[in-house]
């Protein structure tokens, strides 16, 4: 069994910052990518960045310049930094990753449960 836990999120105001945090636990032998990802109701859920296991990153133009995606391989964790919030990113933040439960296995996507973030005065 394993899990993915989304911590970090909540209410803040414009402009202002969050550091949302992803953990994995349980049968774990490796992680590669892992990624965050946000839906809002009646929209796909969409990439808002991924990093490597080696730390080569990737963005969604929206989170260019205001969001960092950083991970602890040691932890298993994944982080996302974020900052100058805008009401456009109110959303469930969810956290995956591609995970190798035995050595010599396929690598399966986990996902966690989903954190809110909600950006308004």
């Known amino acids: 069994q394993v899990q993915l836990v989304e911590s970090g999120g909540g209410l803040v105001q414009p402009r202002g910052s969050l550091r949302l945090s992803c953990a994995a636990s349980?049968?774990?032998?490796?992680?590669?990518?892992m990624g965050w990802y946000r839906q809002v109701p009646g929209k796909q859920r969409e990439l808002v960045a991924d990093?490597?296991?080696?730390?080569?990153?990737n963005y969604a133009d929206s989170a260019k310049g205001r969001f960092t995606i950083s991970r602890d391989n040691a932890k298993n964790t994944v982080y996302l930094q974020m900052n100058s919030l805008k009401p456009e990113d109110t959303a469930v933040y969810y956290c995956?990753?591609?995970?190798?439960?035995?050595?010599?296995?396929?690598?399966?996507?986990?996902w966690g449960q989903g954190t809110q973030v909600t950006v308004s005065s």
């Open positions: 995956n990753a591609y995970i190798t439960r035995i050595a010599g296995a396929f690598p399966s996507i986990d």
């Open positions: 349980g049968r774990v032998f490796s992680i590669n990518t």
């Open positions: 990093i490597t296991r080696g730390g080569s990153t």
